[in-house]
């Protein structure tokens, strides 16, 4: 019975030191996650605690900044005092980083951008991982002018609703779309707002147009977020406006999330311009790269493509199915 005993305890202390050992050996990351503010994010922040895991020798502290740029920095010098071993900022806002991203570099820390950009020197961090809006804006463009090619429509009379103001994502997006618009003369922005990437005040904005006479007769919906669009149509089915591939106004939205692609598939949203949330992995393939001291990409954007309801040609989308919607995990 004895050396029974013995022999457990022994196993026990075993096990012990080579937990602690391991514990050591993590690489710690501390994230000054932005918020909660979409299914988009929230997905992100999954994929995030998913992957950097410490079956995957990570030991991640992600903190959720709820969409607060002074809340950021407070955590990322929480994290410089911690002496973690890199620091991932998904900004807010893409101003106000220099003074926090040099105390980070004087600490040695490496820091990953990630998401959305900020508009610091790039020497001012080491890399950035994360979306390309200027390019989805530019898609959601081509595509409408494709849209209204093969459906004959001669005007597009536009409201915008946008992500938050001063995100790179809402920056991106506007700027790319623009960047089209401008160049047709039969299209017009009547209104771009502000609908802080949320289905609440993507109602509420969208309760206000349909309020503004000025506006009657609009046909093209943007919305710079899936979660915005949820709250659009809220508004517009109280008002009896109709829209999608069977209604007045042709509805584009950004993300492609599940719920989203569900309502291509169902042609309430005309085209979903996707971003991929799925950047964990690309992460912390970045930083053993960092890790083994190879080079590394100091630029990557994550691959996005568009999607359309069911019954349109497109050279530029996907056409929804039941298929892409069951390979769709968030
Ligand atoms: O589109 C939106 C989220 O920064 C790309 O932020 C991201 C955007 C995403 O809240 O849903």
Redesign the pocket.
């Known amino acids: 019975m004895k050396k029974i005993l013995a022999l457990v305890l022994a196993l026990v202390m075993v096990f012990a030191c080579a937990a602690i050992a391991s514990a050591e050996e993590l690489i710690t990351v501390g994230f000054a996650q ?2 909660h ?5 929230v997905a ?1 922040t999954q994929n995030y605690n998913d992957v950097l895991t410490a079956d995957n020798g990570f030991d991640l502290t992600l903190i959720d900044c709820e969409n607060d740029n002074a809340k950021q920095i407070e955590a990322v010098r929480n994290f410089i005092q911690q002496e973690v071993d890199y620091i991932l900022i ?1 900004p807010e806002t893409n101003v106000g980083w220099d003074v926090v991203l040099q105390e980070a570099q004087d600490a040695g820390i490496p820091v990953i951008i990630v ?2 950009q900020v508009d610091a020197d790039p020497s001012m961090y080491t890399a950035f991982i ?2 390309n ?1 200027y390019d989805e804006g530019v898609t959601a463009a081509n595509w409408l002018d494709e849209y209204m090619g093969q459906k004959g429509i001669e005007e597009a009379k536009i409201l915008v609703i946008e ?2 103001n001063g ?3 809402q920056i991106g997006r506007t700027e790319g779309f623009n960047s089209v618009a401008d160049t047709k003369d039969n299209w017009t922005i009547l209104a771009s707002q502000d609908g802080n ?1 949320t289905q609440a005040e993507g109602q509420e904005v969208m309760e206000s147009f349909l309020k503004n006479p000025d506006y009657a007769g609009f046909n093209v919906l943007v919305c ?4 915005e669009a949820y709250g659009a149509m809220d508004a517009m089915d109280a008002a009896g406006v109709t829209y999608g591939v069977d209604g007045d106004v042709i509805i584009i939205s ?2 492609a999330t599940k719920e989203g692609l569900t309502r291509t598939l169902d042609g309430r949203i005309t085209c979903d311009v996707e ?1 991929n ?1 799925l950047q964990a992995e690309a992460v912390m393939a970045l930083i053993k790269q960092i890790e083994a001291e190879e080079d590394f990409e100091l630029v990557t954007y994550v691959e996005d493509k568009a999607f359309v309801a069911p019954g349109i040609e497109s050279a530029l989308a996907t056409t929804m199915t039941d298929e892409v919607l069951a390979g769709r995990a968030y």
Request: net charge negative; aromatic share 10%; charged share 25%.
């Open positions: 932005n918020g503010e979409s299914d988009w994010r992100n998904a998401d959305r994360g979306t809006s992500g938050s995100a790179s994502a990437f710079q977020n899936d979660n950004y993300d971003c949330p």
